[in-house]
């Protein structure tokens, strides 16, 4: 006999709590937030810096092995994109008075970009290409949230 649940909606949202295995890659990212530390990992062939870590790397097709080639980045970053929304990143029926900044920050000394908040600016002071910085958590825990946003430098 199955075990499977079916959840149906018919309206309404549906809050579905649960907890996953994030893998060993994102796992020492996340070990490392918690102490206030960034951490990347490095193609051997290409040399691409990835944040978070990966454990393949999509350009080379290879895998990138988990006791090598990681790298410790500065918390600091610049902003490639960005987008201003009214509504809430988890939750689309709430739209808040005040609109919510999301940019795509590059770490410095990385190849890709992480999203998150920008905080304290008006969405007339964001500019693309702007230095960013992060803004830690009192008391981080590692996970994501450990970074509450980015602030401007
Ligand atoms: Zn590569």
Known sequence: MSEDKVIVANKGMVRADFNFWVGR???????????????????????????PPRKICGK???TIPIDQNWVDLPDTGILKNYTITPYRVND??????KDLLLGMIQIDGSNTAIVYKLLNLKPEEIKTGMKV????AEKPKG?????????KI
């Open 92 to 97: 689309r029926t709430d739209r808040k008075a």
């Open 143 to 151: 996970d994501p949230s450990d970074i509450k946003g980015f602030v």
């Open 25 to 51: 890659y994102l796992d020492k990212f996340l070990d490392n937030l918690e102490n206030k530390k960034l951490v990347g990992n490095k193609c051997p062939k290409c040399g691409d810096v990835f944040v």
């Open 60 to 62: 080379c097709n290879i």
């Open 133 to 136: 910085k992060i803004e830690w």
